[in-house]
Nanobody, 118 residues
Framework: QVQLVESGGGLVQAGGSLRLSCAAS????????????MGWYRQTPGKERALVAT???????NYAESVKGRFTISRDNAKNTVYLQMNSLKPEDTGVYCC????????WGQGTQVTVSS
């Protein structure tokens, strides 16, 4: 099975930066991480979970329009970890950031809170 654990969230002032990490573990994580698609999604109260960024197994990234030029998604297959570098943060970036792994089925982490103050 696969478990995903996010870290790196916190409270930051507008204009600041955070780097989120999502580490995959479990009996099958080592064999499937390198061929899985990874993504970051943001949850906010009263709104649907929204895609922030994805990265394919080959390293090709895709971003929501609202974060283009500010966020960078990357992966380190040797560490079974995906990252989200968030720069020039805005209050509207606030939310719970959840990691997703897709390999035939989808796996979700519990999320890490990001709060951006104005």
């Amino acid at each position: 099975q696969v478990q995903l654990v996010e870290s790196g969230g916190g409270l930051v002032q507008a204009g600041g930066s955070l780097r989120l990490s999502c580490a995959a573990s479990g009996s099958t994580s080592g064999s499937i991480f390198s061929v899985a698609s990874m993504g970051w999604y943001r949850q906010t109260p009263g709104k649907e979970r929204a895609l922030v960024a994805t990265i394919t197994s080959g390293g090709h990234p895709n971003y929501a329009e609202s974060v283009k030029g500010r966020f960078t998604i990357s992966r380190d297959n040797a560490k079974n970890t995906v990252y989200l570098q968030m720069n020039s943060l805005k209050p509207e970036d606030t939310g719970v950031y959840c990691c997703k792994m897709t390999y035939y089925v989808a796996y979700w982490g519990q999320g890490t809170q990001v709060t951006v103050s104005s």
